[in-house]
């Protein structure tokens, strides 16, 4: 077992009518001004913004709002929150949406805690030294943010998407009401479900060491995530269902299932989140249905490497049978392609709507691979012309 650090200081309440909280919460974590930040709109029909500005006013909490977050939340929203936050003297970010509004608020506290341009932190020209505090009520289950360590903002005058990941920016709290979540659209909740398989996936898949309570914890994680994967698409409104995805995907994004395992660069593979971000970066797909989008690319090209890994997750997770590892890898392989079928989920790219030329393959590994300035993954490390390799056996 390698060395770990393991560090989730986040409040978490979790449950019915706990998004009322938020004005005591931000209240015990010191905050006296609030930017209240969201996204296109599903907030104000559900009801839930007003809810949460009452709850701020109830506790004394003075507020301004920021709403117009877009999925693939953009830098100029960024640098409009820090400006009006600057000019209003808030002192306490509050997320009200999913993980692209929370990464959104992140990126406005560190802009916050900061003299020059914000981007500047997305392009890794630094680090971050500070963060101003962010606070969340998620309405999606998917990305992790409430308690992940990451905030990834797009730059649309270029395309790209980059992730930032410091312990800074974790949400002081984060409030989840499974029932915020009934609202979500099919392909927003199935795209979702594939986030969290996936962030755990990307911890497990890191190479062929085994730490067992760690594995076991991903496989028990990943085998909960199908089962409820195929109620929340059943029936949107299943309490228990939702609440198990909700929190399934609080625990895949919070480091409890990288403690132990190994990586090159960052605990576990990361490989496929890496590809994926060029995507929605250009094509401003959905995360989710990226990822999927990209497995059977991904996992056919890098299996060889670690057969025994793959054998293990599709006895342990798929249900696969076979005793030879090598087939047990390749049916484990196929038969998560058919689970993201059955949620609806594309399982290329042509199938997630992009016609990928050869001239964006070449682009798509450039800009992966930072100009060729860098290589990604940790089951295999995968150079530009891998990441070219796998975008083409992705293509469909
Ligand atoms: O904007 P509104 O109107 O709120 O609609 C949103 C949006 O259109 C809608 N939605 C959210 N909650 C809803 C709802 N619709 C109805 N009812 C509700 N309760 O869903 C759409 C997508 O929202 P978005 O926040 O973009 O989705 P998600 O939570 O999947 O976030 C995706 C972003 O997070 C990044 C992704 O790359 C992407 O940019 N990630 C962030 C991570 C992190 N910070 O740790 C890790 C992930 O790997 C990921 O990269
Ligand atoms: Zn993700």
Not at 165 to 174: H, T, V
Not at 200 to 219: C, I, K, L
Request: aromatic fraction near 8%; glycine fraction near 12%.
């Amino acid at each position: 077992m390698n060395n770990f650090k393991y560090y989730t200081p986040t409040q978490v309440e979790f449950g019915r009518g706990t998004a009322e909280r938020a004005g005591e919460l931000v209240r015990q974590f010191g905050g006296t001004k609030v930017l209240l930040h969201f996204g296109g709109g599903s907030v104000k029909r559900s009801g839930l913004l007003d809810r949460v500005a009452a709850s701020l006013s109830n506790a004394g909490i003075a507020y301004v709002e920021l709403g117009g977050v877009v999925p693939n939340p953009r830098v100029s929203k960024v640098r409009e929150g820090i400006e009006l936050a600057r000019r209003e003297g808030v002192d306490f970010l509050l997320a009200v949406g999913g993980g692209s509004v929370i990464d959104s608020a992140k990126a406005i506290g560190y802009g916050l805690a900061y003299d020059g341009d914000v981007w500047d932190f997305y392009e890794h020209k630094l680090a971050p030294k500070a963060c101003a505090p962010v606070g969340c009520v998620l309405t999606l289950a998917a990305t992790g943010s409430e308690m992940s360590d990451s905030s990834v903002i797009t730059n649309e005058e270029n395309g790209k998407k980059r992730g930032v990941n410091s312990d800074l920016c974790r949400c002081r709290f984060a409030l989840l009401d499974p029932e915020l979540t009934f609202t979500v659209p099919p392909y927003q909740t199935a795209s979702g479900c594939a986030d969290i398989i996936s962030h755990t996936m990307e911890r497990y898949f890191w190479g062929e060491g085994t730490v067992e309570p760690t594995d076991s914890v991903a496989e028990g994680l990943l085998r909960a995530m199908l089962e409820m994967s195929r109620r929340v698409m059943q029936d949107p409104q299943d309490y228990d269902a939702r609440a198990a995805v909700m929190w399934a995907g609080s625990l895949s994004h919070n480091g409890l299932t990288g403690c132990g395992n190994g990586g090159h660069g960052r605990v576990g593979d990361w490989a496929c989140h890496q590809l994926e971000h060029e995507l929605s970066g250009m094509f401003d797909v959905t995360h989710g249905a990226g990822l999927a989008a990209i497995w059977e690319g991904w996992s056919s090209y890098v299996m060889p490497s670690a057969p025994k890994r793959f054998a293990r997750f599709a006895r342990n997770v798929m249900g696969v049978t076979e005793t030879d590892d090598m087939q047990a890898a390749k049916a484990g392989i196929a038969a998560y392609k058919a689970f993201l079928h059955e949620i609806g989920m594309p399982t290329s790219i042509r199938e997630l709507g992009v016609e990928l030329s050869d001239e964006q393959l070449d682009k798509l590994a450039y800009n992966c691979s930072f100009e060729g300035t860098r290589s990604i993954g940790s089951i295999r490390v995968l150079e530009q012309k891998d990441m070219r390799e796998v975008y083409r056996l992705a293509r469909g």
